[in-house]
């Protein structure tokens, strides 16, 4: 499996930004995808994650009611839709893939290469 992850990029506090995580090489519709955050100096930590049929999404705390984590079978996409930006969000995003839906690094066995996001005024 490929997961590559764009959209990064830099922003305000309160501002919005759009990462899109494209996933080639096995079934689409048979695993769960998420969203970690790594900040300069810091582990990976989970922010978001989506099932193989978007049904259930789980996210971290503080993402919750800012963040929308969602699927486009058609275009093979994990999007994370992020509002009203904190520079706490501030890290190298990365999209995971694995064959069930969790919230721990470890049991991600695909990852894409990341993508910056900013958040500074």
């Known amino acids: 499996v490929q997961l590559q992850a764009f959209g990064g990029g830099v922003v305000q506090p309160g501002g919005s930004l759009n990462l899109s995580c494209a996933i080639s090489?096995?079934?689409?519709?048979?695993?769960?995808e998420a969203w970690f955050r790594q900040a300069p100096g810091k582990e990976r930590e989970f922010v978001a994650s989506?099932?193989?049929?978007?049904?259930?999404?789980f996210y971290e705390d503080d993402a919750k009611g800012r963040f929308t984590i969602s699927r486009d079978s058609a275009k093979k996409l994990v999007n994370l839709q992020m509002t009203n930006l904190k520079p706490e969000d501030t890290g190298v995003y990365y999209c995971?893939?694995?064959?069930?839906?969790?919230?721990?690094?470890?049991?991600?066995?695909?990852w894409g290469q990341g993508t910056l996001v900013t958040v500074s005024s």
């Open positions: 090489g096995r079934g689409f519709s048979t695993h769960a």
């Open positions: 995971g893939s694995a064959p069930g839906i969790f919230t721990v690094v470890s049991r991600y066995d695909a």
């Open positions: 989506i099932n193989w049929s978007g049904s259930t999404t």
